[in-house]
Nanobody
Framework: QVQLVESGGGLVQAGGSLRLSCAVS????????MGWFRQAPGKEREFVGA????????NYTDSVKDRFTISRDNVKNTVYLQMNSLKPEDTAVYYC????????????????WGQGTQVTVSS
């Protein structure tokens, strides 16, 4: 079965950086779009960004553009979220996700999810 395992969350001061990782198993990783979402307390889960199967197409929500970078390593079956210039409003549980079907950009639905990793940014 498809499994996604996030890591790298933690507590950081405003202006700091963190890098999240998401290791994927159970499928041919290089065929699938990968996405990152986040959910802050009391708020709905929101899209952060996504990367195409070959890494050539990437999009971000406006609030993280120029601060966050998504990348992937198709040999290590891992997707990354580099977060710089963190703000208290970035505090959330961060999830990686992937669609059921290969290829297709942008992804229209997200099927498999990791367990999430907590990111807390102190002011």
């Amino acid at each position: 079965q498809v499994q996604l395992v996030e890591s790298g969350g933690g507590l950081v001061q405003a202006g700091g950086s963190l890098r999240l990782s998401c290791a994927v198993s159970g499928r041919t990783f290089s065929m699938y779009v990968m996405g990152w979402f986040r959910q802050a307390p009391g708020k709905e889960r929101e899209f952060v960004g996504a990367i195409s199967w070959n890494g050539k197409m990437i999009n971000y929500t406006d609030s993280v553009k120029d601060r966050f970078t998504i990348s992937r390593d198709n040999v290590k079956n891992t997707v990354y979220l580099q977060m710089n210039s963190l703000k208290p409003e970035d505090t959330a549980v961060y999830y990686c996700t992937t669609p059921n079907n290969p290829y297709g950009w942008p992804a229209r639905s997200w099927t498999y999810w990791g367990q999430g990793t907590q990111v807390t940014v102190s002011s």
